[in-house]
Nanobody
Framework: QIQLVESGGGLVQAGDSLRLSCKAI????????MAWFRQHQGKQREFVAS????????YVVGPLEGRFTISKDNDMNIMYLQMNNLEPSDTAVYYC??????????????WGQGTQVTVSS
């Protein structure tokens, strides 16, 4: 079992950077694949990035690659999403998610409560 708590969201201006954190409460964090999703107001949640259980194989969806970076610190039980050069279209609620394997990008088992990111133009 794992509990996930996101932090780091806020109101920023276009071009600014933010780093989101996802703190995991579990004894076996290193066993989980992790991911970030986001949900724009009135739209379905969408996959943003994922990372393997060992902190390897980071993946960011194409349109966000180059601006967003995902990382995982198994010693600290934390996952990060570094977001640079933010755009108003990045405004959304960002969720972290965890799963033991292949469903991580489609239907992960565990979710955090979400953190709001708002980017003003």
């Amino acid at each position: 079992q794992i509990q996930l708590v996101e932090s780091g969201g806020g109101l920023v201006q276009a071009g600014d950077s933010l780093r989101l954190s996802c703190k995991a409460i579990t004894r076996t964090f290193s066993a989980y694949f992790m991911a970030w999703f986001r949900q724009h107001q009135g739209k379905q949640r969408e996959f943003v990035a994922s990372i393997g259980w060992g902190g390897n194989t980071p993946y960011v969806v194409g349109p966000l690659e180059g601006r967003f970076t995902i990382s995982k610190d198994n010693d600290m039980n934390i996952m990060y999403l570094q977001m640079n050069n933010l755009e108003p279209s990045d405004t959304a609620v960002y969720y972290c998610a965890a799963d033991w394997g292949a469903r991580i990008r489609q239907a992960p088992e565990f979710w955090g409560q979400g953190t709001q990111v708002t980017v003003s133009s």
